[in-house]
């Protein structure tokens, strides 16, 4: 059985009345355009083109916490975590997405492939981050002031580009190279699952405790300041 099964009721994506319209915009396109825009195989293809045609936002809807299978959601690892972790995600964690806009954990979503950064054009505006706007930045931000970023750019930028007067502290993990630190892509994308993990498990309160996040890696106070954390990988 799986772990949403579990789960008495789901909540639902705030923004489903956007979702539509995307994907109103996405049925209308060829299947040409639509794997040009999701760049991917013509096996993947096919799969995709199946899904988008049985697409029901409302049917059967899934966990979200346990139906993304990125790296990050594998070092994340939800199956596994007590349910007053899963309670503090839920309160604290939010995922940007390009198909629902901001998802809760335990929002109940169905398959899609739609990457922020895809060239769509819904509703007359150019791509995703024009038609979402200002809208994710100010339910991500709702009612609170401090936005721990520990998005990819290519979905941080659908929200940092409105931020005002909230701060902002970016997470960096790095590795020791030849020339000073660089930042690896998959390590990086562990590292944030792991970390969301750990926080959730500490139900960590203040930034300043997550100084002390030391699965793998040290906090750098040399490198950081009070807007950016710098982690260095120690394995």
């Not at 966990?63 to 349910?83: K, N, T």
């Not at 998802?103 to 024009?130: H, T």
């Not at 009612?143 to 970023?149: D, F, K, Q, R």
Request: charged share 30%; glycine share 6%; hydrophobic share 40%.
């Amino acid at each position: 059985m799986r772990r949403d099964e579990d789960l008495a009721s789901l909540s639902m994506p705030v923004f489903l009345k956007e979702t539509q319209e995307i994907l109103k915009s996405l049925r209308s396109l060829t299947p040409a355009k639509r794997q040009k825009l999701w760049k991917c195989s013509d096996r993947l293809a096919a799969e995709n083109e199946e899904n988008l045609a049985h697409l029901d936002l409302f049917r059967d809807p899934s966990c979200a916490l346990f139906s993304y299978v990125g790296l990050a959601y594998q070092y994340l690892s939800a199956e596994s975590l007590e349910e007053k972790s899963l309670a503090y995600l839920q309160k604290n964690l939010r995922i940007l997405s390009g198909f629902y806009g901001v998802v809760r954990p335990l929002d109940g979503i169905v398959p899609y492939r739609l990457e922020m950064a895809a060239l769509l054009s819904v509703n007359g505006c150019r791509d995703l981050y024009a038609f979402w706007n200002e809208k994710l930045y100010e339910e991500v931000m709702r009612g609170e002031t401090v936005l721990i970023n520990l998005a990819s750019e290519e979905y941080a930028k659908s929200v940092l580009p409105w931020i005002g007067e909230e701060k902002v502290i970016h997470i960096v993990f790095a590795d020791q190279g030849k020339n000073g630190l660089v930042t690896k892509g998959t390590f990086a994308k562990m590292a944030r699952g792991s970390l969301t993990r750990w926080m959730a498990e500490n139900a960590v309160e203040d930034p300043e405790e997550i100084k002390e996040y030391a699965e793998g890696y040290r906090f750098l106070k040399e490198e950081s300041d009070d807007f950016r954390y710098v982690f260095l990988k120690t394995r």
